[in-house]
């Protein structure tokens, strides 16, 4: 989908009319081929160089909407990381706790500053105030870009973008499908309201937002323009939508020759039914979980029906294979949630968590089910999830320790027993109690020999003790104390000057 504003749409005799790209046109394909270039062309440099190449394809260009359109869509191929000698928020904290020390009010002062912090950090003055803020969008650099699409499937995929935005401010829509089955489970995977009618040009899905049965509303516009990808999969297919154009009731229509799906699937963003899932998914995303948070997993066979839970989260350890479902039962009507009760009755063999809103009063019911219950009224508490989620973590670390072999051999040269418990999905103690046949223990690091007999050439007795830290960061060892004591020296401290390293 595009932003609402990169629409491009004509209001010529009271319609709505997206204005899709001209398919034989050179000049529309030359287009295409010249911005998927400059992504192509700028891996490894900082966006805002990016920015600049697109910005003249723009001036050049009689439709900078479509140049934009096209961007937008590629921007979501690319990969963007900071890169930068020191960590940007370090440099400045740094910078600016050195500053705060003088005083900064003039040039001369700053530079002093500079100087200061540049001395601690180890690095050049010039160097760090060149990588204070990196971290800035404008600054990050492209490290990947994943062409999916040729030039002519860019096409496609703008076009069907540029319909479902049109579709944002949809209020119902009307679907005659040559694969009405496809489209019906698509209506009901989304939470929408249909019902079938007859038709002179044959039958026809109407589709509403539930809203619908009591007042106008533009709120399911999004669920709209995400069912378009499935109609549009169909070989035949014609779609008239109400348009709430500002006010203003347009009318929309489109059919298979208007809008195709790629071969491709682009990456869908995490779209959300209320405002509860919305926060729910904010908040616990923020935690940094060993927990992947997966939006509207797949159907669970209920019986002769099937339910589509809200979230899943797996265990990101995918050797475990565990997956815990989660539904957010909100404010329903009584009927509703009876028959949403019925369905789970019927799930077997499935991990569920619900989150119940407080007022429905079902919270036993749903656990005489085998189901765990969690109450919540207005946002869901993530210690609530949080705390049922850790009942299943012990066993599966559990379970990841006992298929470990009793001698590890890490890739790495340099590896920290927390990184590799973590790659293991198993608790720092099951590492401990491994052996580690080409790795010297080294603290809580594990070293090969002879990175420690590189090391040892490069230090003396007599070297500062941040020189000796700037040695051992070449190979990534943070652990300065653990590697100086293993190696037979120790720290000589000078007051606040710092220490020099002595033998023991």
């Known amino acids: 989908m595009l932003t609402k504003d990169l ?11 997206p204005q899709f790209v001209d398919h034989a046109s050179d000049d529309h394909r030359a287009l295409a081929a010249r911005v998927l270039g400059v992504y192509q062309g700028h891996v490894g440099e900082q966006h805002e160089a990016l920015d600049e190449a697109l910005t003249a394809i723009e001036r050049e260009s009689d439709d900078f909407k479509l140049v934009r359109g096209f961007a937008k869509l590629l921007e979501r191929e690319a990969v963007f990381e900071t ?14 706790e050195a500053a705060k020390a003088i005083g900064v009010v003039t040039e001369s002062e700053r530079t002093e500053a500079l100087s200061r912090a540049a001395e601690r950090l180890s690095v050049s003055p010039d160097k760090l105030d060149a990588c204070l803020y990196d971290d800035l969008d404008a600054r990050q650099v492209m490290t990947a870009f994943d062409a999916r699409w040729s030039p002519d499937e860019l096409l496609d995929q703008y076009d069907l973008s540029l319909a479902q935005t049109a579709l ?48 106008r509303s533009r709120r399911y516009g ?6 378009l990808r ?121 991990e569920l968590l619900v989150a119940v809103d407080e007022s429905l009063g079902v919270g036993e019911q749903i656990e005489s089910l085998d189901h765990r219950a969690i109450p919540y009224s207005g946002t869901v508490r993530l210690k609530d999830v949080r705390d049922a989620l850790r009942r299943h973590e012990a066993e599966l670390v559990e379970q990841s320790a006992d298929d470990l072999p009793n001698e590890l051999v890490p890739t790495h040269d340099v590896v920290t027993l927390e990184a590799l418990a973590t790659e293991h999905a198993v608790s720092e103690s099951a590492i401990e109690a491994k052996t580690f046949p080409e790795h010297a223990r080294v603290g809580r690091t594990l070293v090969r020999p002879a990175v420690l007999e590189r090391i040892s050439e490069q230090i003396e007795p007599g070297m500062s003790l941040s020189a000796v830290a700037t040695v051992l960061d070449e190979d990534g060892i943070d652990d300065t104390s653990a590697v100086l004591s293993h190696l037979g020296y120790r720290v000589a401290w000078d007051g606040l000057s710092g220490g020099t390293i002595r033998e023991k």
């Open 7 to 17: 629409l491009r749409v004509s209001r010529a005799s009271g319609g709505y009319h």
């Open 83 to 96: 890169q930068s000698p020191i960590e940007p928020v370090h440099a400045r904290r740094t910078v600016f």
């Open 168 to 215: 944002f401010d949809a209020t119902d829509v009307r679907v005659r499908s040559s694969d009405p089955k496809a489209l019906v489970s698509a209506v009901k995977r989304l939470r929408l309201m249909y019902e079938i009618e007859k038709t002179d040009a044959g039958r026809t899905v109407h589709i509403t937002g539930p809203d619908a049965l009591f007042r």
């Open 222 to 227: 999004t669920r709209f323009a995400r069912l």
């Open 230 to 350: 499935t109609i549009a999969r169909a070989p035949e297919w014609h779609l008239q939508a109400s348009i709430d154009d500002r006010g203003t009731e347009r009318r929309l229509q489109l059919t298979h020759e208007d809008v195709s799906v790629p071969d491709v699937d682009p990456v869908t963003e995490m779209t959300f039914d209320s405002g509860v899932e919305s926060d729910f998914a904010a908040r616990f995303l923020s935690l940094d979980l060993d927990w992947t948070l997966v939006r509207e997993p797949e159907p669970l066979a209920a019986g002769a029906h099937v339910v589509i839970p809200d979230f899943a989260f797996d265990w990101q350890p995918h050797s475990a294979d565990f997956r815990v479902f989660f539904e957010i039962m909100g404010f329903w009507t009584p009927a509703y949630v009876e028959k949403k009760l019925s369905r789970l009755a019927d799930l077997e063999d499935v």
